[in-house]
């Protein structure tokens, strides 16, 4: 491997809440004092890193710094933070478009071959890069002789029905922590009226609720859990080749897209190499790659014509109606009156 | 480029009219432009204040109270729709008495507020945009106390840009359209108004020099001015050159007879001069008096030709008898030189003619005349008169000698005579005289030379 590796585990700082909490470092291409491109991002470096490796064999010149972070410290980051960032990656849309619509984005004119469908797209700021089904991933040893539910329905009344079984072993995001649990919530909350009746029953079966996906598919793979909900696809598929407990489910009645989108950062200090990452990253080239080096879906990915109940979550101003204090500050409370029984 | 302008203005009619009016047609496209422009502009700003109004009112429909605290549901639908159609930025305001209680705080707007049925439209400047927001108070019931909110709600334009460059380009479209009819209408205005001018200058254009008759009034009423000062001119020309005419044939006569005394008094002088000195001297004023008196009859001929041309008096004779008698006149003088005339006809004897006879007298005289002066003794002239369906013609030849200088262009003109034949008595009237006489009763005159030496006149006359 010709990068270099920086890992920095959980980096605590005694700083204020609002301090950027950098989760790994890793830099690519030749050796500067400050990257050329800096990139904060929420995306796993081993889900992202095929795109990065490609990017600079492309521009061998360039210099990358990818900063991990989780959704949350991001937002925060480019409204307050110090730091300057040249591209600004996350899952969680709402964020996203929250600091795109209050200004903290700059307007990237793209050429045409690297405009996405327009659904993929805010003004010319918000960048949608790649899709990635949420779903549910199990333990193949339990669900071995067991049929698996197929919907949100099949997975309610299974609940209900094995109740003394799956005490203890379903687990989710928890939303308090998590940026993109918090997104997956809302959207499954605006989408149908069953998500507080499925919260109820796993609140009545003491949830396990876990701030990162990581720890989810560790604890499914080892039987310690049955059952992970609200799961992204593509880190699930990535570990199910080396974990060979996980089978990822993705519910028939609908299964929410994740849109993952970019946006450049109104401090960039390095306008034009964002701009070049962006155009590599949304032309045809890139999005191929994202599709067959990766986890992740292109955003014309066929996956998305076969399956009439895949749904890309809507990139518009809706997404910001969550984020209202009052709006979110109720969501948590009837959530938390759900799950803690 | 504005002087170019300006010089085609000051030198056509034509030019000015079309720029005036393309000037007209570009100003009435971009009036109209701007008009439809500024109703477009009113018409996509009415869409977004009820596109904001329908939004303010669904989220009070979602304000709620708990424990005396207010609370709302912010609408999904609602801000998805806001923004669907330009990808508009939205920021929220709302306050309770006065209290910041979601939004953006920092939304700068203050008030007047409107109420749900009719919001309080206006444009706030926040961050780097115009924005165009709706804005309400309401009061609501918290226990048993009322409560004034106030809810704003702003949405950036794009969606009324995207809406009106759309509909501009079709405008600009539209409007071109409508410029590139109204000049060619322009070009076809021009060209009408000024084809009476045109017809009006063609009239005068076509006639003849000496055709003095008054135009036609029959023309726009705005040329009516030009076309009577163009006649009063016309009339006094026509005075003027009437007096001229008069004085030099009244001249004329006059010379004439103190002239014919001259030439009496000196044949009878030279008669009885002895001395061929004396002799010389007289024989030589008896030649200027001879040339002198042609001259002047020849004026007289010209005036007179010039005076019967405008009030011919029309009779009907026989063109046979005519020539015949005319050619028994020149006999003697052909006698003088030995030259033999030699009539032909084919022409029926009565045949009829009917014209100003003098004139045609005149002319052929003249003819006749420069065929026996321009012929070489003792030769042959030939008159010929033939017929055919449209005319009678009358065909003078005769061998002459030094005709290299001869030009049939130039024997026409007044006082232009061939340069071979200084001693041959004339003026240089001869065939302008003809040619007069001859327009004058619509015949037409050649006057041609012929292969070995001879000319041969030709006198066509309509029958
Ligand atoms: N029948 C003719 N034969 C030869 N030359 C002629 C004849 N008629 C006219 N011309 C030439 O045309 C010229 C102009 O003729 P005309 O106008 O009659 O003037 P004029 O006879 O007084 O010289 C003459 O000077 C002569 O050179
Ligand atoms: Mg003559």
């Given at each position: ?7 920095l585990?959980i ?7 609002d301090a950027?909490?950098i989760e790994e470092?890793r830099?690519y291409g ?6 050329d491109?800096r ?9 992202f890193d095929?795109v990065?490796t490609a ?8 210099s990358?710094?990818?900063v ?11 409204r307050?933070?110090e730091e ?10 709402d964020?996203?478009?929250k600091?795109?619509n209050?200004?903290f984005a700059e307007?990237v004119?793209l050429p ?7 659904w993929?797209?805010w003004?010319n700021?918000l960048?949608?890069f790649?899709?990635e ?5 199990v333990?193949?040893s339990?669900?071995?002789?067991i049929?698996a539910p197929?919907?949100r329905?099949d997975?309610i009344?299974?609940l209900?029905?094995n109740q003394h079984d799956?005490r203890g072993k379903?687990?989710?995001?928890d939303v308090?922590?998590?940026?993109a649990?918090?997104l997956?919530?809302?959207q499954?909350a605006?989408q149908?009226?069953s998500?507080?009746r499925m919260?109820?029953v796993m609140?009545s ?13 560790d604890a ?7 059952l ?10 990535k570990?199910?080749?080396e974990?060979?407990?996980l089978?990822v489910i993705?519910p028939q009645d ?5 849109l993952?989108t ?6 960039t ?9 962006l155009?590599?990253?949304l ?8 599709e067959?080096?990766?986890d ?5 990915s066929?996956?998305l014509?076969?399956n009439r109940?895949f ?6 101003t809706?997404?910001l ?11 948590l ?7 803690f029984q | 480029?504005i ?8 030198t ?5 009219l079309?720029?005036q009016?393309?000037?007209v047609?570009?100003v ?8 439809v422009?500024?109703a477009?502009?009113q ?11 329908a939004a303010?009112?669904s989220?009070v429909d979602k304000?709620y109270?708990?424990d005396?605290m207010v609370s709302?549901?912010l609408?999904y639908?609602?801000?998805s729709l ?5 990808e ?9 008495d ?6 953006y705080e920092?939304l700068?707007?203050e008030g ?5 049925q009719?919001p309080?439209?206006?444009?706030i400047?926040y961050l780097?945009?115009t ?8 009061v ?8 004034r909110l ?12 995207t809406?009106?460059?759309?509909i501009?380009?079709n405008l600009i ?5 409508f410029?590139?009819?109204?000049i ?5 205005t021009?060209?009408?108004t000024i084809?009476p001018?045109?017809s ?14 008054k135009?036609s009034s029959?023309?726009?009423s705005?040329?009516?001015p030009?076309?009577h000062?163009?006649?009063?001119f016309i009339s006094r020309?026509r005075t003027?050159l ?12 006059h010379?004439?007879t103190?002239l ?6 000196s044949?009878l002088?030279?008669r009885k001069?002895?001395t ?6 007289l ?6 008096v001879d040339?002198?008196?042609r001259s002047?009859t ?7 030709v010039?005076?019967?041309?405008e ?10 008898q005519a020539v015949e008698?005319?050619i028994?006149q020149?006999r003697?003088?052909a006698?003088l030189?030995d030259?033999?005339?030699?009539f032909s006809s ?6 009829q003619?009917?014209?100003d006879?003098t004139l045609l007298?005149?002319?052929l ?9 321009y012929?070489?003794?003792e030769?042959t002239?030939?008159v010929?008169?033939s017929?055919d ?8 030849t005769n061998?002459?000698a030094n005709?290299?200088d ?5 024997i026409?003109?007044?006082f ?6 200084k001693?041959?008595?004339?003026s ?5 005289i ?8 619509n015949a ?6 012929l ?5 041969c006149a030709i006198l066509?006359l309509p029958c």
């Amino acid at each position: 491997m010709r990068y270099l590796i920086i890992a920095l585990l959980i980096f605590f700082m005694n700083s204020p809440s609002d301090a950027l909490v950098i989760e790994e470092v890793r830099t690519y291409g030749p050796q500067k004092d400050t990257a050329d491109l800096r990139i904060l991002s929420s995306t796993d470096i081993d889900v992202f890193d095929p795109v990065l490796t490609a990017y600079i064999t492309s521009f061998p010149s360039v210099s990358i710094e990818y900063v991990l972070s989780n959704t949350s410290d991001i937002y925060h980051e480019v409204r307050d933070g110090e730091e300057p960032f040249d591209l600004v990656m996350s899952s969680a849309m709402d964020l996203q478009m929250k600091l795109a619509n209050d200004g903290f984005a700059e307007s990237v004119s793209l050429p045409e071959t690297s405009q996405g469908p327009d659904w993929s797209q805010w003004q010319n700021k918000l960048f949608g890069f790649s899709l990635e089904p949420i779903g549910m991933v199990v333990s193949k040893s339990y669900f071995n002789n067991i049929e698996a539910p197929k919907s949100r329905r099949d997975l309610i009344s299974f609940l209900r029905a094995n109740q003394h079984d799956l005490r203890g072993k379903i687990v989710t995001y928890d939303v308090r922590q998590s940026g993109a649990g918090f997104l997956f919530a809302t959207q499954d909350a605006r989408q149908s009226d069953s998500y507080w009746r499925m919260a109820e029953v796993m609140g009545s079966l003491t949830t396990g609720l876990f701030c990162c996906s990581g720890e989810m598919l560790d604890a499914v793979n080892t039987g310690e859990v049955l059952l992970a909900y609200n799961i992204i696809g593509s880190y699930a598929q990535k570990r199910s080749r080396e974990q060979d407990n996980l089978l990822v489910i993705y519910p028939q009645d609908y299964t929410h897209m994740l849109l993952r989108t970019a946006l450049v950062p109104r401090g960039t200090q390095n306008f034009q190499a964002a701009r070049d990452f962006l155009i590599f990253l949304l032309n045809d080239v890139g999005q191929d790659f994202i599709e067959k080096r990766t986890d992740m879906l292109s955003l014309q990915s066929e996956v998305l014509n076969k399956n009439r109940q895949f749904k890309p979550i809507r990139l518009d101003t809706g997404l910001l109606v969550y984020l209202d204090r009052l709006k979110k500050q109720r969501f948590l409370e009837e959530w938390k009156e759900a799950l803690f029984q | 480029m504005i002087r170019k302008l300006f010089a085609l203005k000051t030198t056509s009619i034509r030019n000015r009219l079309l720029i005036q009016l393309g000037l007209v047609a570009v100003v009435i496209s971009l009036f109209l432009f701007l008009v439809v422009r500024l109703a477009l502009v009113q018409a996509v700003t009415a869409t977004q204040d009820r596109l904001l109004a329908a939004a303010v009112s669904s989220v009070v429909d979602k304000i709620y109270v708990v424990d005396n605290m207010v609370s709302l549901d912010l609408p999904y639908d609602t801000f998805s729709l806001l923004g669907a159609i330009g990808e508009d930025r939205i920021f929220y305001q709302i306050k309770d008495d006065g209290k910041f209680l979601t939004g953006y705080e920092d939304l700068p707007y203050e008030g007047p507020f409107g109420d749900l049925q009719e919001p309080i439209f206006t444009n706030i400047d926040y961050l780097d945009e115009t924005f165009r927001a709706a804005s309400i108070e309401n009061v609501i019931f918290a226990g048993n106390q009322a409560r004034r909110l106030t809810i704003i709600i702003a949405q950036s334009q794009n969606f009324q840009a995207t809406v009106l460059t759309k509909i501009s380009t079709n405008l600009i479209f539209v409007t071109f359209i409508f410029l590139i009819i109204a000049i060619l209408f322009a070009f076809l205005t021009a060209n009408l108004t000024i084809r009476p001018i045109g017809s009006f200058a063609d009239d005068v254009k076509m006639r003849g020099p000496s055709d003095l008759r008054k135009v036609s009034s029959d023309v726009p009423s705005e040329l009516l001015p030009l076309v009577h000062s163009l006649n009063g001119f016309i009339s006094r020309f026509r005075t003027a050159l009437r007096q001229t005419e008069t004085f030099i044939a009244e001249a004329a006569h006059h010379i004439r007879t103190p002239l014919s005394v001259v030439k009496s008094e000196s044949e009878l002088a030279l008669r009885k001069s002895k001395t061929p000195e004396n002799r010389e001297h007289l024989r030589n004023i008896i030649r200027s008096v001879d040339q002198t008196n042609r001259s002047a009859t020849q004026l007289l001929d010209h005036a007179m030709v010039l005076y019967r041309a405008e009030r011919p008096e029309k009779q009907k004779f026989s063109a046979h008898q005519a020539v015949e008698d005319l050619i028994n006149q020149f006999r003697p003088a052909a006698d003088l030189r030995d030259l033999d005339i030699a009539f032909s006809s084919t022409l029926e004897q009565k045949q009829q003619l009917y014209l100003d006879r003098t004139l045609l007298e005149t002319s052929l005289r003249n003819l006749l005349d420069n065929a026996l002066k321009y012929a070489i003794a003792e030769s042959t002239v030939f008159v010929d008169l033939s017929q055919d369906k449209k005319q009678i013609t009358v065909t003078i030849t005769n061998d002459a000698a030094n005709l290299k200088d001869f030009n049939a262009s130039q024997i026409f003109k007044k006082f232009k005579r061939g340069t071979e034949n200084k001693d041959i008595i004339g003026s240089g009237l001869g065939l302008s005289i003809v040619l007069e006489a001859a327009n004058a009763i619509n015949a037409t005159i050649k006057v041609k030379k012929l292969k070995g030496e001879s000319v041969c006149a030709i006198l066509s006359l309509p029958c």
